[in-house]
């Protein structure tokens, strides 16, 4: 391999690294998926929240208050008690970015504040 042939190389290899990081399935998402469904989209009953969609930020502090004691619910204690911190990030972040039933009607008369 010639140096311009190498650098070309490398060059397609850092192009590739973040899109493989962006789509990676987080490990523990296997043991979500038996409640709240396949990229937690489709709960198996409505009584679990759907998590596809959701601000990130609101479910790794949903998660971190399970783990911690301050939200109360004997499913999700024992579920977030096996997290890390940086797999509640990186749960959060993937569910966030997962296409969901979830949306936010507009209201009719409903004033928007501007952004
Ligand atoms: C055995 C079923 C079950 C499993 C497995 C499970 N959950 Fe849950 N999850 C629930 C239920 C039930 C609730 C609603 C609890 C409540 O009312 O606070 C919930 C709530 C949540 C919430 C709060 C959502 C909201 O809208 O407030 C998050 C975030 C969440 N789960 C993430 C996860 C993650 C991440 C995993 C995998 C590590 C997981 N859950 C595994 C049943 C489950």
Redesign the pocket.
């Known amino acids: 391999m010639n140096s311009s042939s190498k650098f070309l190389a490398l060059a397609l290899v850092a192009l590739a690294l973040p899109a493989v990081a962006e789509t990676a399935v987080p490990e ?2 296997a ?6 469904g396949e990229a ?1 989209a489709k ?3 409505p ?5 596809a969609g ?1 601000y990130a930020n ?2 790794e502090h ?2 971190k208050e ?1 783990k911690s004691g301050v ?3 004997p ?2 204690t024992a ?2 008690a ?2 890390t911190n940086e ?2 990030r990186a ?2 972040q993937y ?1 966030a970015a997962q296409e969901g039933p979830l949306y936010t009607p507009s209201i009719p008369g409903h004033k928007v504040a501007p952004k």
């Not at 043991?31 to 709240?36: D, E, K």
Request: hydrophobic share 45%; glycine share 2%.
């Open positions: 523990k998402a043991l979500c998926a038996a409640c709240h937690g709960p198996i009953m009584a679990y929240p759907v998590l959701q609101y479910l949903s998660l399970y939200r109360k619910n499913i999700m579920q977030a096996t997290l797999e509640i749960l959060s569910y």
